[in-house]
């Protein structure tokens, strides 16, 4: 039973998305405070599911697929209903848009890579670059109800960082990849 605790807390984060796609009909500022606490905690279960798995020695498979599985839909999740009920509009949409894009193609070269039996470790870089997108999406769910702390402003600024981090660290990433795909295959 302990061992599925890493599980259940990274599944929670998957099971918290239509609860905060749904605090975007509530009226402002319940709207905004209810969806940054939920992508808080989840944010911090992110946090305690590797750390619980790697404690208790109980890394596994399961769990090594829905962690990255869970961070991207929540990300996307949030970033979507930013673009359609909150502030993510016109030219900013462009940094989510980058965000998301880089997310599957760095997804889709990690699995492509694993047929051939090798790993895509993540960066510290690409660490601080989902720290940096996290922190900015947070500031954007506090929107207007944070105004007096400059929410808006900040988050935007800090998806425009996590967008720039992202190209950089998707580049990379994709260099590394492309040497294992189109270099000579072994025996």
Known sequence: MI??????LTLSRILVIPALIGTFWLDAPLSNW??????????????????????????SKLGQFLDPVADKLLVAAALFM???????????LIAGI??????MLVSGLREVL????????????????????????AFLLAGNAASQFYALEIGIVGLWI???????????YLRAGLRHLTGPRPP
Not at 3 to 8: A, D, E, K, W
Not at 98 to 103: P, Q
Request: proline share 4%.
């Open 114 to 137: 694993a047929d051939i039996k090798v790993s895509l470790p993540v960066s510290r870089l690409a660490k601080w670059k989902t720290a940096v997108q996290i922190i900015a999406i």
């Open 3 to 8: 061992s599925s605790i890493p599980n259940l």
């Open 82 to 92: 930013l673009a359609a009920k909150g502030p993510l509009k016109e030219v900013h």
């Open 162 to 172: 996590a967008a720039m981090l992202t190209l950089y660290t998707g580049y990379d």
């Open 34 to 59: 209810l969806a940054l606490g939920l992508f808080v905690a989840a944010g911090i279960t992110d946090f305690f599911d590797g750390y619980v798995a790697r404690a208790l020695g109980v890394q």
């Open 98 to 103: 980058i965000i998301l894009c880089r997310e």
